[in-house]
């Protein structure tokens, strides 16, 4: 006998949160529980989720009436609070696996959000939801086996990606976010050796400041992850280590730093 099924799903960014009615289905409960459904985010897009609860429902004397008290959940058009907070950071990582096709995928990139439960970059690789990938964090050379939650549309040639770990990862990322950081620009002075190895000093705009780090925009290819620079406002000066530079199109001219000194603080500001 067909039955209908009141099933609960949810976007693995926390995102959206909603119950959906199946109507006259032959599996049984357990086998629904174990099945992918699709349905949107408005944040995300198309998803496709297994679902987190479930209830059976079925029809009786031509009429439909619940097997359980089952009170149905709106809908809802409003984001649900987020499983974690998200955080607007470049981190470099890389990510390989393999794609729907079995077209394997080798690439560096950079993170546009990241939270505890994954992360949101753009790759060049054609990727799917659902597709199994592997995303190593440059900076710590941790590695995480991740699925693809939401593929957007492109952004300089490139899909914007989501991904999803296993389960949440709060240390993957190595964020301490209770740091400040300061968006308010300041001009500094930058020295190091470019990519030919010759000597370089140029002008630059420190962004998203902290007191272990900051993005500095203006930069340009003049330098590379790994590379040591001095950073240099009035008489201050401390050394700091490039963790990412940016590629073309949005990110490029800018560069993440990470300080080899943080008891220094050249900003000239309050942090």
Same mark, same amino acid.
């Given at each position: 006998?067909?039955?209908?099924?009141?099933?609960?799903?949810?976007?693995?960014?926390?995102?959206?949160?909603?119950?959906?009615?199946?109507?006259?289905?032959?599996?049984?409960?357990?086998?629904?529980?174990?099945?992918?459904?699709?349905?949107?985010?408005?944040?995300?897009?198309?998803?496709?989720?297994?679902?987190?609860?479930?209830?059976?429902?079925?029809?009786?004397?031509?009429?439909?009436?619940?097997?359980?008290?089952?009170?149905?959940?709106?809908? +809802?058009?409003?984001?649900?609070? %987020?499983?974690?907070? &998200? @955080? /607007?950071?470049?981190?470099? #990582?890389? =990510?390989? !696996?393999?794609?729907?096709?079995?077209?394997?995928?080798?690439?560096?990139?950079?993170?546009?959000?990241?939270?505890?439960?994954?992360?949101?970059?753009?790759?060049?690789?054609?990727?799917?939801?659902?597709?199994?990938?592997?995303?190593?964090?440059?900076?710590?050379?941790?590695?995480?086996?991740?699925?693809?939650?939401?593929?957007?549309?492109?952004?300089?040639?490139?899909?914007?990606?989501?991904?999803?770990?296993?389960?949440?990862?709060? +240390?993957?990322?190595?964020?301490? %976010?209770?740091?400040? &950081? @300061? /968006?308010?620009?300041?001009? #500094?002075? =930058?020295? !190091?050796?470019?990519?030919?190895?010759?000597?370089?000093?140029?002008?630059?705009?420190?962004?998203?400041?902290?007191?272990?780090?900051?993005?500095?925009?203006?930069?340009?290819?003049?330098?590379?992850?790994?590379?040591?620079?001095?950073?240099?406002?009035?008489?201050?000066?401390?050394?700091?280590?490039?963790?990412?530079?940016?590629?073309?199109?949005?990110?490029?001219?800018?560069?993440?730093?990470?300080?080899?000194?943080?008891?220094?603080?050249?900003?000239?500001?309050?942090?």
């Amino acid at each position: 006998m067909p039955k209908d099924f009141l099933i609960r799903l949810r976007c693995p960014y926390g995102d959206e949160d909603r119950t959906m009615l199946l109507q006259d289905r032959d599996e049984s409960l357990a086998q629904i529980l174990e099945t992918s459904f699709d349905f949107e985010c408005p944040v995300h897009g198309v998803q496709k989720e297994i679902p987190i609860s479930g209830n059976e429902r079925g029809a009786v004397g031509g009429s439909r009436r619940s097997r359980q008290t089952v009170v149905a959940e709106p809908i +809802s058009a409003q984001a649900k609070p %987020r499983s974690s907070p &998200r @955080i /607007s950071i470049h981190i470099p #990582v890389m =990510v390989y !696996g393999w794609s729907h096709n079995e077209i394997s995928f080798h690439e560096e990139t950079t993170t546009l959000l990241v939270n505890a439960s994954g992360g949101l970059i753009t790759l060049g690789a054609r990727v799917s939801v659902g597709d199994t990938m592997f995303v190593v964090n440059k900076s710590t050379q941790g590695e995480q086996e991740c699925r693809v939650a939401y593929v957007g549309p492109e952004l300089e040639g490139k899909l914007r990606i989501g991904f999803a770990f296993k389960q949440q990862v709060p +240390s993957f990322w190595k964020l301490d %976010r209770r740091e400040v &950081r @300061i /968006s308010k620009p300041v001009r #500094v002075w =930058v020295r !190091g050796k470019d990519r030919t190895g010759q000597r370089f000093s140029q002008s630059a705009m420190a962004v998203d400041i902290s007191r272990h780090g900051a993005r500095l925009e203006g930069i340009g290819f003049l330098t590379w992850p790994g590379e040591v620079i001095e950073v240099k406002r009035g008489w201050r000066m401390a050394r700091f280590r490039v963790i990412w530079v940016g590629d073309m199109g949005l990110q490029a001219g800018q560069a993440g730093i990470y300080s080899l000194e943080p008891g220094k603080n050249v900003w000239g500001i309050s942090l």
